[in-house]
């Protein structure tokens, strides 16, 4: 193997490179055959290991090839041997090893020199203008040769500095082209660096998906060569950050940070992973290890004078300290210093340094400097997708701050309506959930204006504005994906398997990893789902619902500044109402559910009082507002910590016919929803029901041309086919909520849990669902204020009205709740009329009035 085809092996497949180079060491080679071996040793510890082990071999490379006499391969080996001590931290000595060896070179070797040099001044340094005269003249040299791998990498790092300086689309033609370079040439680790740096391309048009695949795709080669891509992981955690994935990209970046001090990889990698890290702890909430590892990353950054990753890592670290409270006369100069030099190096990310410091100015009262630096990041709101809503969200505060509330809350539905289109580009329910935490900041300026002006009207169309927002876009289904499909029967299987044999006992380390393993592969498919560019949703009108609500009364809950207020509509007219303290009533929610679920259990000597408890929950939520409700029936829009009220409970409403709705926007779509042409009706049970499948059997009997699932027939993909487009499904199941991930919340049938995943397959939503399971209505509230679980991923859907619970539910006490329900929708009534006359017809008995209490009707 010669000099050259070492040197490519050491970037394919450095462990065998590592292997060969210390064969040859071990003989007695010849000088131009140990700095061919150094060479490649010195390559795989500056990529893939130890940084100063590299710069030691690359010099005991650079001593034999200077006996050797071979001038080229001297020039090459002294250029490497460059990089190597810019990437150690020694910026000065390495650029100047860089510039004694490219005057007077031309050909294949001056194109290999000046790909070193460009890669030095763009990734690492940030000098683009010298970076990209440098790629260009590399292109050149090196097309045309038959030489594919110095062209592939020379078409990379032209790339690279086209997508720092915003030219997106050519740099993705260069990636595009050297990616399939690098496949023809078997260059593995740097076909993944390319398919990752497309992901950063496609991160940086915007497109999340696309961006998460190519980052998975390159993940997934260089952990099948063992080796660590600080670059990959560095990007990744970037684009996770951006989707709201921040438990995942903590996770990983840690990991990525560890294995590079382990290996005492290259200190400028180690320093732009730590800035990688502080960011993810910082999104995570963890402000201390945030602003310690910023605080890290800036000090490595300026000993490397690195001056654009320098200024990244300061903001990283103000963002942290304002995020804790910090709101000193220096805070206020560093950003004002920070900011200036963000002018000079990315004036996208300077729109963000300009925002912080007019916050941190007008948390001082300084108006002129936060006036300043607010008209400076208001001037990036048609500039990159980045700048965009740091733009609008300045330009909301100047407004705010001169009094001009029009312009104001036009800034608030301009930076809304640029969010709501971003979110529509991502196809993952997850996804769309998470982005509009963007806009909430902007949402709650113009729900706070109008909270303080008394304008009922405004702040039911504010509140609205931004609630349930992933609710009103079309879903999009997950493309057709028999990988997909596989991975969600195999975790059914597992779990089945679990619970069948390893009841009392813990999982196993080898299962626990596994269903792990699954879950994350199921999740990482959908989350590759691609968005859609479909019309926008109708415009809420509050008009439109006043004419829809007849008789009934609709309660809708805010918050603002941890204070609860109500707008009710009913009647053609619009009340605002001022509640308490939001903390109260999350307080004495978590008491009554608490209450619940003992009193479902019928154990315990002494009985709670769940009148009182109602009593106290209903002061904390609704005060006053109960004198205005009449006498008709209610709808009510919570807000998504609110989303799991027993609201039977409450004095007030325990008679009436009441329906709860993520949104009044949703609750109109769910009045105005027609049922399918032709009934279709159909009963599911599932497995280990303490009452067996009676519930199933005597509902049987009022369906008597129903779909029936039970007794090893309500499988996965029985169910689905059996509910799409059904108008009427009864799911008699145990079921389990998720935390943790609440899109793995599941109802479980015959060969394991049926989860969220898999009902975002179907093709139609059934009209109607009951859920006869435990805790089914619950919830994981995400983004600005929606939520992650079974019900509202059946509306999302399309799905007009559910009955869920709220808590754990006693299967024998259930039973005739169920039948007193059916009873009354074959009679005509809707669904909260349905459920009422159940709850009634329970009389005294303690268990079937709990049982009543702990469902809810959502939809219409």
């Known amino acids: 193997m010669d000099a050259d085809e070492l040197h490519a092996l050491a970037l394919s497949r450095p462990a065998d490179a590592l292997k060969i180079a210390h064969e040859v060491l071990a003989d007695t080679p010849s000088d131009a055959d140990a700095a061919a071996a150094h060479h490649a040793a010195g390559v795989v510890h500056r990529d893939f290991g130890d940084i100063d082990e590299a710069v030691t071999e690359l010099k005991a490379a650079y001593r034999h090839i200077r006996k050797a006499g071979d001038p080229d391969r001297e020039a090459e080996i002294l250029a490497t041997l460059g990089v190597a001590l810019v990437m150690a931290g020694h910026t000065e000595r390495g650029l100047a090893a860089l510039d004694s060896v490219v005057p007077g070179r031309t050909g294949v070797l001056a194109g290999r020199i000046l790909i070193r040099r460009a890669w030095v001044h763009g990734a690492l340094l940030g000098r683009y203008a010298e970076a990209l005269a440098d790629a260009e003249q ?28 915003g030219a997106i689309d050519r740099a993705d033609e260069d990636y595009a082209r050297s990616e399939e370079l690098f496949a023809k040439s078997g260059q593995q680790v740097e076909y993944a660096d390319t398919r990752q740096a497309r992901g950063a391309a496609a991160f940086a048009r915007g497109d999340l998906p696309t961006a998460l695949l190519y980052l998975d795709d390159a993940q997934r080669v260089v952990e099948e060569l063992g080796v660590l891509e600080p670059d990959l992981y560095a990007n990744k955690c970037l684009v996770q950050l951006a989707a709201g994935l921040t438990r995942e990209a903590l996770t990983e970046i840690n990991s990525a940070l560890d294995r590079i001090e382990q290996q005492h990889g290259s200190t400028a990698r180690r320093a732009e992973l730590l800035l990688c890290a502080g960011m993810a702890a910082h999104a995570a909430g963890a402000l201390d290890l945030a602003e310690s590892r910023s605080r890290s990353a800036l000090q490595l950054f300026r000993r490397q004078q690195r001056p654009w990753w320098a200024a990244r890592a300061e903001l990283a670290l103000l963002q942290s300290r304002s995020a804790a409270g910090g709101r000193t006369a220096a805070l206020v100069r560093a950003g004002r210093r920070v900011s200036a030099e963000l002018d000079e190096l990315d004036p996208e990310l300077a729109a963000e340094a300009h925002l912080l410091t007019g916050r941190l100015a007008l948390a001082r009262n300084d108006r002129a400097e936060a006036v300043h630096h607010l008209r400076i990041a208001a001037g990036a709101r048609n500039r990159g997708l980045r700048s965009r809503g740091a733009g609008w969200l300045a330009q909301a505060m100047l407004h705010q701050d001169d009094g001009r509330s029009r312009a104001m809350l036009a800034a608030c539905r301009q930076g809304l309506s640029l969010i709501e289109v971003y979110v529509r580009t991502l196809g993952a329910t997850e996804l769309r959930v998470l982005a509009t935490a963007q806009g909430a900041e902007l949402a709650a300026i113009a729900l706070r204006y109008a909270v303080r002006h008394g304008n009922a009207r405004q702040v039911l169309e504010w509140s609205e504005r931004w609630r349930a927002t992933v609710l009103a876009i079309p879903p999009v289904r997950p493309q057709e994906d028999d990988d997909l499909v596989a991975d969600l029967a195999a975790l059914r299987s597992l779990t089945q398997r679990i619970e069948a044999g390893y009841d009392h006992r813990p999982e196993s380390g080898a299962t626990h990893r596994e269903r792990r393993r699954l879950e994350s592969s199921v999740r990482r498919r959908v989350l590759l789902t691609p968005g859609t560019t479909g019309d926008r949703p109708d415009q809420f009108r509050t008009a439109d619902l006043l004419d829809h609500l007849g008789d009934r009364s609709l309660v809708e809950l805010t918050e603002v ?48 009082d769940l009148d009182a408890i109602g009593a106290r929950l209903e002061s904390a939520l609704l005060g006053d507002v109960v004198k205005q409700l009449g006498d008709g029936p209610v709808v009510v829009v919570p807000t998504g910590r609110l989303h799991a009220v027993p609201w039977s409970l409450l004095p007030s409403l325990r008679h009436r016919p009441m329906s709860v709705a993520p949104s009044a926007a949703a609750w109109l779509r769910a009045h105005k929803a027609r049922p399918p042409s032709a009934e279709r009706v159909v009963l599911i049970g599932g497995p280990q029901l303490s009452t067996g499948p009676e519930e199933v059997r005597r509902l049987a009997e009022l369906y008597p041309d129903a779909v029936v699932l039970t007794a090893g027939d309500a499988t996965a993909e029985a169910v689905l086919q059996a509910m799409d487009g059904a108008s009427l499904v009864h799911v008699a199941a145990h079921g389990t909520f998720r935390a943790d991930s609440p899109l793995f919340s599941a109802l479980r049938l015959d060969d394991g849990p049926l989860t969220v995943y898999d009902l975002e397959r179907l093709g139609r939503a059934p009209h109607r669902v009951v859920l006869s399971s435990c805790s089914s209505a619950l919830g994981g509230p995400s983004g600005a204020d929606e939520l992650l679980g079974l019900v509202s991923a059946l509306v999302a859907l399309g799905t007009s009205g559910v009955v869920a619970s709220v808590v754990p539910v006693n299967d024998p006490a259930t039973v005739p709740l169920m039948l007193g329900l059916h009873g009354r929708l074959r009679a005509g009534d809707e669904l909260a009329d349905a459920l009422a006359q159940a709850r009634a017809s329970a009389g005294d008995d303690q268990l079937a009035r709990t049982a009543g209490q702990s469902f809810i009707a959502l939809g219409a």
Do not use: K
């Open 138 to 165: 590399a292109v050149a040299f090196l097309s045309d040769t038959g030489d594919l791998v110095w062209e592939a990498r020379a078409l990379t790092h032209r790339a690279m500095v086209l997508l720092a300086m």
């Open 561 to 608: 500044d941890d204070q609860l207020y109500a707008i009710v509509a009913a009647r053609g007219r619009v009340h605002l109402e001022a509640i308490g303290p939001a903390q109260l009533a999350t307080h004495r929610l978590s008491h009554a559910l608490f209450a619940l679920r003992r009193e479902a259990t019928g154990r315990g000597e002494h009985r709670l």
